[in-house]
């Protein structure tokens, strides 16, 4: 069955460090591929999308690119801030309108001043 | 943006009450609703798959009298924890999907349950 694999947290990052998170899948058919933010006490956001091979999802200085190849989608942002500690999770869904999400084991990730 | 609203954002109940928790899709209709439970430092485990008007799809493990889910509407799914014990608290979070991806997948903002 499908699978989303992450790097383990928590990840402690000084401010404007650079950020990467490790994703990895497997997945029968093409897949559409997600990152989601969590903040303490709250649901999901989502951070940004890839539906197809070589697609580059991005948003906030987050982005992640859906390698085929490789069946990975690395987080990666340039700079964080300390708002940006939360948890991230990584997330497949199949192919179909209907499809539930599989998520990855979330990475928790600390930025400190 | 595709909004989902989820109440009550946290509830506390006596073991042995039955407590119901709403997720409502507020600008669109959602045709599919899913109920995860996240346990503390992990990750969401999909409790069950509901579609508008149907029953719904429950995981393996997962304990359909217990977790009573209803998605009468194409706004509105309810889950309903029922005869509470200690061992059910826990966060719990609605999802939503449209028809045709319309509302891609939306989260509400999750209830958190204590069972005393």
Not at chain 2, 40 to 57: D, H, I, R, V, W
């Amino acid at each position: 069955g499908d699978s989303v694999t992450q790097m383990e947290g928590p990840v402690t990052l000084s401010e404007e460090a650079f950020l990467t998170i490790n994703c990895t899948y497997t997945a029968t058919g093409y897949p559409s591929l997600f990152w989601y933010v969590q903040y303490p006490g709250e649901g999901l956001q989502l951070l940004l999308k890839a539906t197809k091979a070589d697609d580059k999802g991005s948003n906030k200085g987050f982005e992640a690119t859906y390698r085929k190849e490789t069946t990975s989608f690395h987080l990666e942002k340039g700079s964080v801030q300390v708002s940006d500690s939360a948890v991230y999770f990584c997330a497949l869904s199949d192919t179909g309108t209907a499809s539930k999400l599989t998520f990855g084991t979330g990475t928790r990730l600390q930025v400190t001043l | 943006g595709a909004v989902v609203s989820q109440h009550p954002s946290r509830v506390i109940c006596k073991s042995g009450t039955s407590v119901k928790i709403e997720c409502r899709s507020l600008d669109f209709q959602a045709t599919t609703m899913f109920w995860y439970r996240q346990f503390p430092k992990q990750s969401l485990m999909l409790m069950a798959t509901s579609n508008e008007g149907s029953k719904a799809t429950y995981e393996q493990g997962v304990e359909k009298d217990k977790f009573l889910i209803n998605h009468a509407s194409l706004t509105l799914s309810t889950l309903t924890v029922t005869s509470a014990h200690p061992e059910d608290s826990s966060f719990y979070i609605c999802s939503a999907r449209g028809p045709t991806g319309v509302g891609g997948y939306t989260f509400g903002s999750g209830t958190r349950l204590t069972v005393v």
